[in-house]
């Protein structure tokens, strides 16, 4: 196999402009929940490590390592972050095979007259 890159093997692939827009929006998915995740196991173990079953401190009848990592934070978080990365991070593309992927934008943007 030559050291062509993949897209360049085939003849009738076509680069589209949105591959790189949803390539970084993955990359952005992926980090949130690797972020998403390890806050929420500091949580849990920062509050629920090394302490005995019966010193537990309960919020609503939860132990309160469950509670503040398992359902405030979680609730949180699964609609605060979320919303902000789309609003800030996102961009809005067009899914139409013949239009050039920059939906939201005026003609004027896009160079055509």
């Known amino acids: 196999m030559s050291s062509r890159r993949w897209s360049e093997e085939s003849e009738d692939f076509e680069h589209d402009p949105r591959y790189r ?4 929006e993955t990359w952005i998915c992926i980090g949130y929940w690797a972020a ?3 806050i929420a196991i500091a949580i849990a173990w920062g509050l629920g490590s090394g302490v005995d079953g019966a010193e537990q401190d309960f919020v609503m009848g939860f132990p309160a390592w469950f509670f503040y ?3 405030a934070f979680v ?8 919303y902000l990365m789309v609003r ?3 961009r809005d593309i067009s899914l139409e095979p013949e239009d050039d992927g920059l939906a939201g934008h005026s003609a004027q943007q896009r160079g055509e007259r």
Do not use: E, Q
């Open 69 to 71: 990592s398992g359902i």
């Open 21 to 24: 827009v949803s390539l970084r």
């Open 88 to 90: 800030f991070l996102f």
């Open 36 to 38: 998403f995740t390890g």
């Open 75 to 82: 609730g949180v978080a699964s609609f605060i972050a979320p």
